[in-house]
């Protein structure tokens, strides 16, 4: 059942790189991630690549094989033609650190900036009560693998570095509904925080992230777009919202 | 020694797992400066692979639930063995750990009247595992790593005052200023003490740069996981190389029941490429049933002696559970996990199995398909994309896969503290005893929380009590670990090409998978140690090519020496002990022996000599009295079936809970 296919795999670094040719063995039911790791035990000692779980549950190994996002764990080999060249290169948006491995640590500064869960003040722990049908909508963001093929593939930041400062991306917009639709966090500003301090506005609905979402969450539609026009129906004031913020400072 | 960093903190946490954020949200909860160390990125170790969910008595599916029901659970499930005050403690502590969670934001599936909801798992009498889908690891991680996010920003916000809050929380603190810090994508391969043997620090390396990084801290949490790597069949990401249990051997601690692997019932075995990854045991807790190639739920001829009683004993009788638990016994596809993965063994070997060597797992004929996807997301998921399988539509094929290992740092139960060296403390499935000889499924990420908690509450008690008196690494230890890293760059002495890691590695996997798995017998154990022998002599001449920058070749190449450390426990663990109980089969030796229940097998490190390299040492010791208070929450008939004559509480009388 084994074969030989043809990868073109790019290695390099910061400095620069280029495709590298491989002939390799291909079984049956195999993933991507299976022939690059037996480039590394077999001919690349060194290939860089991140994984882990190897079941599309981390989102560790997200690269770009003929130019689509994917995960490689989660693309079968058996989706290309035998006489298929398969390339794979290191994810577009963010800095190469070397081969595969990016540095995706504009992610995690972004994470950062997010107001965290804002507990309930009259609730001890225990006593907090909640129906599924409302834990549900931000359940379906609380999926995210934090893959960031969506905000790889996102627009606004793809071929716009300059926009990174003002622009969080789909992987927080998705984290800042989640919390505005939680049914017991504290805080009222989400929708505000998203619009003056996200940039969610900068979003033009292309829906990329969604159709590359492994995880299938309808990032547009269901957190995107809602949280843009509930921005609109309050009419958002920055004064009203920065004394909102102040205000509340003390239940943080 | 030139080329690297240094850090100064009161606690560093080596793993990012579950154990080790809850271990640095309760040091920092204390004041402490907390370092954290992830092998991986933030987010995702390996509590992400985590599906069915967390048990803790809450109550609040059945209200019969209690911690002293919770505590017989886990008692059983791991044969007795377990370290009783280990056990107390979690069952006691993990239902406020798992609300905590809610404060931190988590959102887990609810009951109809809004408290979280609890689903039936191998092992456990009542429904308790709390769970969101079948995705509890992941809510578990990210809950985690967002209340580590939220500490930071309470920090900012103190430290810079209203002006910051006002700018919507944008980052202020200095990395190096802040009270709590992530490093990502750090190996330690080293831990370092003074010169009385108490910690100081630990050494490792970047992977992104291959720089080195040296920490000073006084205390060390180990919460680094597993070593299912050493296997080739196992549903383990790459950073299980067993880590945390070498360094603290090299440092000078004791492991203890070693010989206990979970083999998981349930993995992967088609196509090739996934076999071992990892089918959630919340099919079976939801009523997916286990059948062999001639259609018959074989699980009803494997229930043992000592579960008998609390099993159905026909498939109506199960079925019926399912809606009607006060009055039907279980169905024995729920046994623990110990006695599930030698039955599918056993009927693999009959010849009743599936045409590439595992059973069926269905759970098609048992649900309605809308059901399954509510309720199995990621199976569903996974079985579609990885193997063409629909699981609302056909079977799974499954068999058994090396999911865990019980065996680990030797702790303190209330303070995790590691035995012999203080400064050292465990949490998670790096320390041993919890579970005894068999983890019951979900009493893994409880464990997490709350003895992640406990490490980090041990810690900051500890380096409190140091006052000035800092430990501070000996002359020349730096130097030391940096060449030992370095080693694998040397071209080899014979000027050769050198032995290349990942073939170590593979052989390694198949003399543990083949020799020292989920059946063992003397002679094979032998030779696996004969084997794990002459991989040790082998491992000094591996060579990698390539330069330090993200080097996966080397990267292994020091991970090899670690996963030959706790193979090599394992299998000496293995041989000595004389009984099957648990995740330890012998062939030659089929019963439970209580005699045996009374000792723990303790590995340490031998410093060998110029003929031998360091190995491992197994020393008898007696396993821990189970106090008379605890012994009463059993029937007496069912300890006699666990414990020795001498051991059974004196009033004949006694008989407690087990209604």
């Not at chain 1, 990868?7 to 195999?30: C, P």
């Not at chain 1, 129906?233 to 205000?247: A, E, Q, T």
């Not at chain 2, 549903?235 to 000078?252: F, Q």
Request: aromatic residues 6%; glycine residues 10%; proline residues 5%.
């Amino acid at each position: 059942m084994s074969r030989n296919a043809k990868f073109r795999v790019w290695r390099g670094d910061a400095a620069g790189g280029e495709l590298h040719d491989y002939t390799v063995e291909v079984n049956e039911g195999e993933v991507v991630l299976d022939i690059i790791h037996r480039l590394q035990a077999t001919q690349a000692g060194d290939l860089a690549v991140r994984w882990n779980c190897k079941a599309g549950k981390c989102g560790s190994c997200s690269a770009e094989i003929n130019g689509r996002p994917r995960l490689l764990c989660m693309t079968r080999m058996s989706t290309f033609t035998d006489d298929e060249v398969i390339t794979v290169t290191p994810m577009r948006s963010f800095p190469v650190i070397r081969d595969l491995v990016t540095d995706v640590s504009f992610n995690y500064q972004k994470a950062r900036q997010i107001p965290a869960f804002a507990p309930p003040p009259d609730l001890a722990p225990g006593e907090y009560r909640m129906q599924q049908v409302d834990v549900e909508r931000s359940q379906e963001f609380r999926k995210c693998i934090e893959c960031f093929l969506c905000q790889n593939v996102c627009h606004v930041v793809r071929d716009h570095e300059e926009n990174k400062t003002a622009f969080s991306g789909p992987r927080f917009f998705i984290r800042a509904a989640e919390l505005d639709m939680h049914p017991l966090d504290a805080r009222t500003d989400r929708r505000e925080f998203a619009q003056a301090e996200q940039g969610i506005g900068m979003c033009n609905i292309t829906k990329c992230c969604t159709e590359v979402c492994p995880e299938h969450i309808k990032i547009t539609d269901n957190a995107i777009i809602p949280m843009k026009e509930r921005v609109v129906d309050r009419k958002y004031d920055p004064l009203v919202w920065l004394g909102n913020k102040l205000f509340r400072r003390g239940n943080d | 020694m030139s080329d690297h960093e240094e850090h100064r903190y009161d606690v560093l946490i080596v793993g990012a797992g579950g154990a080790g954020l809850r271990a640095a949200i309760a040091a920092r909860e204390e004041g402490l400066r907390v370092a954290i160390i992830c092998k991986s990125l933030f987010g995702k170790a390996h509590t992400v692979m985590a599906e069915g969910g967390i048990a803790a008595s809450m109550g609040n599916v059945n209200s019969n639930d209690s911690w002293q029901v919770h505590f017989r659970d886990t008692m059983r499930g791991g044969k007795f063995l377990n370290i009783p005050r280990m056990a107390e403690l979690h069952a006691q502590e993990a239902p406020q750990r798992v609300w905590e969670l809610e404060t931190y934001g988590a959102l887990f599936d609810r009951t109809p009247d809004g408290r979280i909801s609890q689903r039936n798992f191998g092992g456990h009498e009542y429904p308790r595992l709390a769970h969101v889908g079948d995705r509890t690891g992941l809510e578990l991680i990210r809950t985690l790593q967002q209340k580590i996010v939220s500490l930071r920003q309470a920090e900012e916000l103190a430290a810079v005052g209203a002006d910051a809050a006002a700018g919507g929380g944008h980052e202020t603190l200095d990395d190096t200023d802040a009270g709590l810090r992530v490093f990502a994508e750090v190996t330690i391969t080293e831990l370092l003490t003074d010169g009385s043997g108490a910690i100081a620090g630990a050494f490792g390396y970047r992977r992104e740069t291959g720089t080195f990084i040296v920490f000073r801290a006084p205390a060390v949490i180990l919460a680094t996981g597993g070593i299912g790597k050493s296997f080739k069949v196992t549903s383990n990401s790459w950073e299980y190389t067993g880590d945390g249990h070498a360094l603290a051997l090299r440092a000078g601690s004791t492991l203890i029941n070693m010989e206990f692997v979970q083999f998981h019932p349930t993995g992967m075995v088609w196509p090739p490429s996934v076999k071992g990854i990892l089918v959630t045991e919340s099919v079976r807790g939801d009523g997916g049933v286990l059948r062999n190639s001639e259609g018959k739920r074989f699980m009803f001829n494997y229930v043992p002696e000592i579960f008998r009683a609390k099993y159905a004993d026909t498939e109506e009788e199960g079925d019926r559970w399912y809606a009607d638990p006060e009055n039907n016994l279980r169905p024995p596809e729920l046994l623990p996990r110990d006695e599930v993965a030698r039955a599918i063994n056993s009927e693999v070997k009959a010849g009743r199995g599936t045409e590439h060597g595992g059973v069926f797992l269905d759970v098609s004929t048992r649900l309605p398909a809308d059901v399954i996807i509510k309720k199995l997301p990621s199976m569903h998921h996974q079985f579609y994309e990885l193997a063409d399988v629909d699981i609302t539509k056909q079977a799974m094929e499954v068999g058994p896969t090396c999911h865990y290992v019980m065996g680990g740092v030797e702790v303190d139960p209330d303070t995790a503290a590691a035995r012999n060296v203080p400064g050292l403390f465990a949490a998670g499935e790096v320390s041993g005893g919890m579970h005894g000889s068999n983890r019951l499924g979900g009493n893994s990420l409880s464990d997490l929380l709350v003895f992640g908690r406990r490490a980090g509450v041990g810690a900051a008690e500890y380096v409190r009590g140091l006052g000035d008196s800092v430990p501070e690494i000996q002359d020349g230890a730096l130097d030391v670990a940096a060449n030992e890293a370095l080693a694998p760059f040397q071209p080899p002495a014979d000027g050769g090409i050198g032995e290349n890691p990942y073939t170590i590695h593979r052989e390694l996997q198949e003399v543990m998978n083949d020799l020292v798995g989920i059946i063992r017998r003397e002679d094979e154990v032998q030779r696996a140690l004969e084997a794990i022998d002459a991989l040790k002599l082998r491992v000094p001449g591996v060579s990698v090519e390539g330069h330090r920058q993200f080097n996966p070749g080397w990267h292994l190449a020091l991970d090899l020496r670690n996963m030959l450390l706790v193979s090599e426990c394992v299998a000496r663990a293995a041989l000595l002990r004389q009984e099957s109980r648990g995740g330890h089969t012998r062939d030659d030796y089929p019963g439970m022996n209580s005699q045996w229940r009374r000792k723990l097998l303790v590995c340490s490190i031998n410093d060998g000599d110029a003929a031998e390299p360091a190995g491992i040492t197994v020393t008898e010791e007696p396993s821990p009295v189970i106090r008379e208070d605890l012994l009463a929450l059993f029937d007496r008939s069912e300890l006699e079936s666990y414990l020795t004559a001498d051991e059974l509480p004196a009033d004949t009388t006694a008989s407690g809970g087990a209604t």
